[in-house]
């Protein structure tokens, strides 16, 4: 079974932090997602990857960046966390491109106060 | 891109009635199609996939969905709800040949005892 996982399920940072969200899958896939999940809003991409060191941006980049030095591992940092960042963050990776399915981790509920 | 309605937030159903929840994208270009399920603070799990042939898709739990290509539609149906089925629910779509996922704004689906 593919497996994505999450660093944290629980987060909790105070305003104009710094964050880092880390992100790993076991199963060599080439391209991995991070979106932002809310209430009436549905998932939101934030950026994806399609290769190491590769990024493009999504719907909602701003205020967000990423890194993807290994292939396995896709992280979110917020450069400052504001409280608009309040929200769930999913992680999400796929074979390639082409017909295949995204498998997801467990989230990470992040509260910046 | 894609643009993807779901046109009910909320759908409350009795137990052992049957569901359809109602899902339209935009563009008529040829296009992968997927329901996803997401229970309390947990990631999105597959329940089913459209890529090609029979329009008639079968998934886990008992849920099918039903691909129209001149509607742009792929509702989802169960014929009979159990309570465990409470969960919200997510349509997405990804064009051949692309990297991205669009994805309704969710479903929430509560089965009444």
């Known amino acids: 079974d593919v497996k994505v996982t999450q660093s944290s399920r629980y987060l909790v940072k105070r305003t104009g932090e710094k964050v880092f969200l880390e992100c790993v899958q076991d199963?060599?896939?080439?391209?991995m997602f991070w979106y932002r999940q809310d209430p009436g809003l549905g998932l939101r991409l934030i950026y994806f990857?399609?290769?190491?060191?590769?990024?493009e941006k999504g719907d909602i980049p701003e205020g967000y960046s990423v890194s993807r030095e290994k292939k396995e591992r896709f992280s979110l940092i917020l450069e400052s966390a504001s409280t608009n960042q309040t929200s769930m963050y999913l992680c999400?990776?796929?074979?390639?491109?082409?017909?295949?399915?995204?498998?997801f981790g467990p989230g990470t509920r992040l509260t910046v106060t | 891109a894609q643009s993807v309605t779901q046109l009910d937030s909320q759908v409350p159903v009795f137990e052992e009635a049957p569901v359809e929840l109602r899902c339209n994208y935009s563009?008529?270009?040829?296009?992968?199609l997927f329901w996803y399920v997401q229970y309390p603070n947990q990631g999105l799990q597959l329940l089913l996939k459209?890529?090609?042939?029979?329009?008639l898709v079968k998934g886990i739990n008992g849920f099918e969905a039903e691909f129209n290509k001149s509607q742009t539609s792929f509702h989802l149906r169960k014929p009979s709800v159990h309570i465990s089925d409470t969960a919200e629910y997510f349509c997405?779509?990804?064009?051949?040949?692309?990297?991205?996922?669009?994805f309704g704004t969710g479903t929430s689906l509560t089965v009444i005892p």
């Open positions: 199963m060599d896939h080439e391209n």
């Open positions: 999400a990776s796929t074979p390639g491109t082409g017909s295949y399915e995204q498998y």
């Open positions: 459209y890529l090609s042939g029979s329009t």
């Open positions: 997405a779509v990804s064009e051949w040949g692309g990297n991205q996922f669009y």
């Open positions: 990857s399609y290769d190491v060191k590769m990024k």
């Open positions: 563009s008529s270009v040829s296009v992968y």
